[in-house]
T-cell receptor, first 113, second 113 residues
Framework: QQQVKQSPQSLIVQKGGIPIINCAYE??????FPWYQQFPGKGPALLIA?????SEKKEGRFTISFNKSAKQFSLHIMDSQPGDSATYFC????????????FGTGTRLKVLA | DAMVIQNPRYQVTQFGKPVTLSCSQT?????MYWYQQKSSQAPKLLFH???????NEADTPDNFQSRRPNTSFCFLDIRSPGLGDAAMYLC????????????FGPGTRLTVL
């Protein structure tokens, strides 16, 4: 119930491609879904986040698609660049309660030049 | 700039020798978290503070302790580090109201010899 399943584990795309990372959750009490980007040796940084009252959110080249009925959400990176090569984590959280994130297992993305 | 600061960035200790990692924040956030992250894995929550209230994860070993003397500072004490405790330790903060992100520090890389 508390798990967030993330796939794929790793992804390689050519520059300009559109990598898609998928996450699925079970707990319907989750109502905040952030995506974090982490470079080697650095702390995770928030990329984009969505709430379940919208089906899509765009910020620059990054888009979250959200399917509430399926309990799934995904990250799309448009026109991917080598600088986007990093590990991406999805997470889920509830506003009320303990404020904890449940993280997905991470996706290591490599964008080839 | 408001931020989360972790010191030291790199810490080397001997097997069994106590070590303290520190985190400070200028964000005035009332929730602070300590995570352990091993290579290629998601951050694993050890404990968090909601104001002064301490919340320990059920699977956090007794070897790990924490102190939060005031809003700005939080410490992670590892009483008798083992080889398995070598990891990146991440501090994060959050304001408890509404849909707000967790801000992560840069992490402390702990090596146990």
């Amino acid at each position: 119930q508390q798990q967030v399943k993330q796939s794929p584990q790793s992804l390689i795309v050519q520059k300009g491609g559109i990598p898609i990372i998928n996450c699925a959750y079970e707990n319907t009490a989750f109502d905040y879904f952030p995506w974090y980007q982490q470079f080697p040796g650095k702390g995770p940084a928030l990329l984009i986040a969505i709430r379940p009252d919208v089906s899509e959110k765009k910020e620059g080249r990054f888009t979250i698609s959200f399917n509430k009925s399926a309990k799934q959400f995904s990250l799309h990176i448009m026109d991917s660049q080598p600088g986007d090569s990093a590990t991406y984590f999805c997470a889920a959280s509830g506003v009320s309660g303990t404020y904890k994130y449940i993280f997905g297992t991470g996706t290591r993305l490599k964008v080839l030049a | 700039d408001a931020m989360v600061i972790q010191n030291p960035r790199y810490q080397v200790t001997q097997f069994g020798k106590p070590v303290t990692l520190s985190c400070s924040q200028t964000l005035n956030h009332n929730v602070m978290y300590w995570y352990q992250q091993k290579s290629s894995q998601a951050p694993k929550l050890l404990f968090h503070y909601y104001d002064k209230d301490f919340n320990n994860e059920a699977d956090t070993p007794d070897n790990f302790q924490s102190r939060r003397p005031n809003t700005s500072f939080c410490f992670l004490d590892i009483r008798s580090p083992g080889l398995g405790d070598a990891a990146m330790y991440l501090c994060a903060t959050r304001i408890s109201s509404g849909y707000n992100e967790q801000f992560f520090g840069p992490g402390t890389r702990l090596t146990v010899l």
